[in-house]
C-alpha cells in the first residue's frame, strides 16, 4: 500500500498564481485533512472531511478550496496565491483515530 | 487563537537526561494524541490517549492525560540520540484535531 500521497512535493508560485495540491489514499480512509505548518506554529488545519462529498472549514480556511468526490483524493486548491501561503502542506488521512501522514508538499509564492 | 498550547517550544539535553513536554488545552478534549516528526519529515503517531487520568508507557516514553482532559504531558527517560525530533500533541475538539506548536528536542552524545 502506498499510504497517502501528495504530489507535487515542491512548487513555486508567483503572487495571483493558481494551483491545485494533489492528495490521495488508498487505505479507504473515510477521514480526510490539511494541514500547513509554519517555523514554530506547529500543524494548523485548513480543511478537513469526514466523507465524500462533506467538507468543513479549519482554523485558517482563507483562500485555500477543496472538494471531496471520491473518498480517495482530496484536492488543496489555492486560488490565487499569496506569499503568506508559503508553508509546507500536509495531508493525512484517518480511519477514526490516528492520523497517516503525506510526505508533505513545500511550496514558496514569490 | 490557538486552543492547544504546548511548552517548552525548545529543549536541549544531554543525553541520558530526562525529558518533558506538556500541552494544554483552553477547553475539554474527546481525546488526545501525539505525534513525533524527525528533521525534514511528517508526522508520525506515537499513542491516543482517551480515559481521564489515563497513562500509557511505550518503552522509555511516558504519556499521561489529565483528570480533566484538559492537559497531557510525555515524559523520556533517559534520551537517546535517536529521540531527536519535535514532539507534537493534538487534541480531540468537535471533530477537528487541533495540534499544539509542538517541543524541538534536541539531545547532546
Known amino acids: 500500500n502506498a499510504g497517502v500521497t501528495q504530489t507535487p512535493k515542491f512548487q513555486v508560485l508567483k503572487t495571483g498564481q493558481s494551483m491545485t495540491l494533489q492528495c490521495a489514499q488508498d487505505m479507504n480512509h473515510e477521514y480526510m485533512s490539511w494541514y500547513r505548518q509554519d517555523p514554530g506554529m506547529g500543524l494548523r488545519l485548513i480543511h478537513y472531511s469526514v466523507g465524500a462529498g462533506i467538507t468543513d472549514q479549519g482554523e485558517v480556511p482563507n483562500g485555500y478550496n477543496v472538494s471531496r468526490s471520491t473518498t480517495e483524493d482530496f484536492p488543496l486548491r489555492l486560488l490565487s496565491a499569496a506569499p503568506s501561503q508559503t508553508s509546507v502542506y500536509f495531508c493525512?488521512?484517518?480511519?477514526?483515530?490516528?492520523?497517516?501522514f503525506g510526505e508533505g508538499s513545500r511550496l514558496t509564492v514569490l | 487563537g490557538q486552543q492547544v498550547m504546548q511548552i517548552p517550544q525548545y529543549q536541549h539535553v544531554q543525553e541520558g537526561e530526562d525529558f518533558t513536554t506538556y500541552c494544554n488545552s483552553s477547553t475539554t478534549l474527546s481525546n488526545i494524541q501525539w505525534y513525533k516528526q524527525r528533521p525534514g519529515g511528517h508526522p508520525v503517531f506515537l499513542i491516543q490517549l482517551v480515559k481521564s487520568g489515563e497513562v500509557k508507557k511505550q518503552k522509555r516514553l511516558t504519556f499521561q492525560f489529565g483528570e480533566a482532559k484538559k492537559n497531557s504531558s510525555l515524559h523520556i527517560t533517559a534520551t537517546q540520540t535517536t529521540d531527536v525530533g519535535t514532539y507534537f500533541c493534538a487534541g480531540l475538539i468537535t471533530n477537528m484535531l487541533t495540534f499544539g506548536g509542538g517541543t524541538r528536542l534536541m539531545v547532546k552524545p
Open positions: 493525512a488521512s484517518s480511519y477514526g483515530g490516528e492520523l497517516f
